[in-house]
């Protein structure tokens, strides 16, 4: 059941009881208002985020719904002087439509690809959007918008079989898909029959790597091209014809045409399937007789060693939680993770969760544990044994059961709560959760010191609103 912001409504009669309508309207608005408390690019570039920081400063068209919504809410995402950002829609703050997910899809095109003709590499490097279905539930706290390359990257090293004593003199990647422009907010695609690449320079290659045993460093070079996407349901969401991107018969390809300074002329054909935001690495062994490659499959397109650090959760950088998120964006989930949700991260095992390590992440929430102020998130009916918890705990992270029930078992009169009690403020939550078999909460309603919201237990309706917070 979908459930809308049942606590405005309920705020609105709270208050509308002891004070005047134009101080309802400051509860409402203030609760509703989504806040944006930052803006995170899967990978950082040599050049810094500056290019981006003046784009947001410009406005960054965005729009937003929930699944099922007819229409999408335009807005603008906007770096204010002050270093805040604003969302905004027509001027006034951008609301949210509701508890739980909302989609958020928008871009930034550079200036240089809105028309044909040469694009420049910073330009195709630029060009950012938000990752496919990228949901962000509800929250009164301050969420983080993510975003991603747009296109896709093959690089490829030249190594040479140091016996011919020559290097190469010209690379070609052939009949490969390109960018032609963004017309109208979608992306125009073409077949580019022969494009010269971009020359990285001589670069070094990573460790251990199988396909360049023997090297150490090679001729590096890289092109930028349409993602031809390994799943339905990582296509963006602009692309202007979803079914013949997501095909399984369409993908990219490139002929490699090798030429060296001995005179010696080679060609390789390349097939591959890249997602927006990934590279695959190629690395092109040349001897006398003939050219062959391998590859390295799929990986984020990473610009700077270590820069995804900052980007998934648990990744390789050892972040227990995503900095990219923030609020519900970071929830431990009792799910297995959604294909299109992974970009290239581990989120199955860290975020994505069985029932019972999300209980044991759980019990973790609390004073002094390890995982107080930490965010929950239920995808199906659950039972907790009421001993696994001691009688005194006092929840103080964030709980959304999305109209779940947790049914409480070995129930005694003497014990028959989940918790003792709350934290205080918006600093711990507890909405949308039923509990069968016993109580919520020890204490009753009128002692309780969090954001408690559309709970229902044994003893009836579980609710409590605390003032809300000043941005």
């Known amino acids: 059941m979908k459930v809308t912001y049942k606590y405005l409504l309920m705020g609105f009669a709270m208050v509308t009881a002891c004070t005047h309508d134009e101080q309802v309207a400051t509860v409402e608005d203030s609760a509703s208002i989504i806040h944006v408390g930052g803006v995170t690019r899967a990978a950082a570039t040599d050049e810094g985020m500056g290019w981006l920081s003046e784009a947001l400063k410009q406005g960054l068209n965005l729009s937003y719904y929930q699944t099922g919504d007819a229409t999408k809410q335009q807005v603008k995402l906007k770096l204010e002087d002050a270093g805040n950002y604003s969302l905004t829609a027509e001027g006034e703050p951008a609301k949210w439509l509701g508890n739980g997910a909302h989609i958020f899809e928008g871009a930034y095109v550079p200036d240089g690809l809105k028309t044909e003709g040469e694009h ?5 490097s630029h060009y950012t959007a938000t990752p496919p279905a990228t949901k962000i539930a509800a929250t009164v706290g301050s969420i983080t918008i993510p975003l991603q390359h747009r296109l896709a990257r093959v690089m490829a090293y030249v190594l040479i079989d140091t016996s011919m004593q020559t290097e190469i003199s010209e690379l070609h990647f052939c009949n490969v ?3 032609k422009n963004v017309a109208n907010g979608q992306p125009v695609w073409q077949k580019a029959r022969k494009v010269t690449p971009n020359y990285l320079g001589v670069q070094k290659i990573e460790e251990n790597v199988e396909q360049a045993k023997g090297f150490t460093e090679a001729p590096c070079y890289d092109l930028i091209v349409r993602p031809t996407y390994t799943h ?7 692309e202007p014809d979803p079914t013949e991107a997501a095909g399984e018969n369409f993908e990219n390809a490139i002929d490699f045409e090798l030429k ?6 080679y060609e390789k054909h390349f097939k591959f399937d890249l997602n927006a935001n990934n590279e695959t690495v190629v690395y092109l062994r040349v001897t006398p007789e003939r050219i062959d490659y391998t590859s390295a499959g799929s990986r984020l397109w990473k610009e700077v060693a270590g820069s995804d ?6 990744n390789p950088g050892g972040h227990a939680l995503s900095k990219a998120g923030s609020s519900w964006q970071r929830a431990f989930t009792n799910d297995n993770v959604e294909y299109a949700n992974k970009d290239g991260e581990t989120y199955q095992g860290h975020q994505y969760i069985s029932t ?12 002094n544990g390890n995982l107080h102020g930490s965010y929950f998130i239920l995808h199906s009916d659950i039972e907790i044994d009421v001993n696994q918890f001691p009688a005194n705990f006092v929840f103080t992270g964030h709980l959304d059961a999305l109209d779940h029930t947790i ?6 009169a003497e014990r028959n709560w989940l918790f003792s009690s709350i934290g205080s403020g918006w600093q711990a939550e507890v909405v949308n959760t039923k509990i069968a078999g016993g109580r919520l909460f020890q204490v009753s309603n009128d002692q309780l010191t969090g954001h408690v919201e559309n709970c229902e237990d044994a003893s009836g309706k579980v609710v409590h609103m605390p003032e809300i917070p000043t941005y």
């Open 120 to 124: 420049t590499y910073a330009d195709l």
């Open 177 to 179: 898909q390109t960018l």
């Open 232 to 238: 339905k349901d990582s296509v963006m969401y602009d």
């Open 260 to 265: 060296l300074a001995n005179g010696l002329e």
């Open 309 to 314: 650090d900052y980007y998934g959760v648990d």
């Open 356 to 367: 019972a390590e999300w209980i044991n992440k759980l019990k973790q929430a609390t004073t």
């Open 407 to 412: 049914t409480l078992k070995n129930v005694k």
